[in-house]
């Protein structure tokens, strides 16, 4: 089976303008995420809609694919790639640009899932560490997931997820366990290019998570649980605090 692992990145961003291009240690946030990537993989490119990233990765010797600026989401951006660079992958895997320390474990993790021939689409999810406490559950910018028996997703919420009757929330850490979404995916080549045809479904409107719509649309999402710590960089203090990481390390 062929992977191909593709990191949507695009410059413009509200909360913090030319992310990919920002600097930790001395290497761009991009071209981290790229050599992580390529500890597992041995196909990566970059898809991006600005021509001053696709120079900064083909400067230190990666793959850039110009795509549109009129991407929803990187799933789209991800198909576009795909089909420009006449891949002839099985699955591609879709890696968050933001994500300089990414584990090449979890990458690993979710080729494994596809050792099963009925696995549409993978993702990560990690347990939620009770010590986080309440107010980190209850962040609407961490989704939540319950899967069933299998590890099949059954649904993804900004909510949290299950609901605890019977106890007060303050008990609820004490009284279940949580899982919170990790934002990689997998995805079969043909039911990539089937999923961004769909339109956008109720529950992804409502909630502003596009899984929905895959769930909706009957797609089976399987989650594979990751022990790895990960930092996204969303704004310039999460930059900094990613810098406080590489000097410990």
């Not at 600097?23 to 001053?52: C, F, N």
């Not at 303050?170 to 045809?197: C, M, P």
């Amino acid at each position: 089976m062929k992977f191909i692992g593709i990191i949507p990145a695009r410059y413009a961003s509200t909360r913090f303008p030319g992310k990919p291009l920002a600097m930790i240690g001395g290497k761009t946030m991009i071209e981290r995420v790229y050599t992580q990537a390529s500890l597992e993989l041995d196909s990566v490119a970059v898809a991006t809609d600005d021509e001053r990233i696709a120079r900064a990765v083909e400067a230190f010797g990666g793959r850039a694919v110009m795509t549109s600026s009129s991407h929803r989401s990187g799933t789209d951006r991800c198909c576009e790639a795909l089909d420009t660079l006449g891949s002839d992958a099985d699955v591609v895997i879709n890696i968050q640009g933001d994500e300089p320390f990414i584990d090449p474990r979890q990458i690993a993790q979710l080729k494994e899932c596809f050792a099963d021939n009925s696995t549409d689409i993978a993702t990560l999810v990690r347990r939620f560490d009770p010590q986080r406490g309440f107010d980190a559950l209850f962040d609407p910018n961490t989704p939540k997931v319950v899967m069933d028996g299998a590890g099949h997703a059954l649904y993804f919420s900004r909510s949290i997820i299950p609901y605890v009757r019977g106890h007060e929330w303050q008990q609820w850490l004490d009284n279940a366990v949580f899982h919170t979404h990790v934002g990689i995916y997998a995805y079969r080549t043909s039911v990539l290019r089937e999923i961004v045809k769909l339109p956008q479904s109720a529950l992804e409107l409502a909630e502003s998570l596009e899984q929905l719509r895959w769930l909706q649309a009957g797609y089976r999402i399987m989650t594979a649980v990751t022990d790895c710590e990960t930092i996204g960089i969303d704004t310039p203090d999460d930059l900094r605090r990613a810098e406080s990481l590489l000097a410990e390390k």
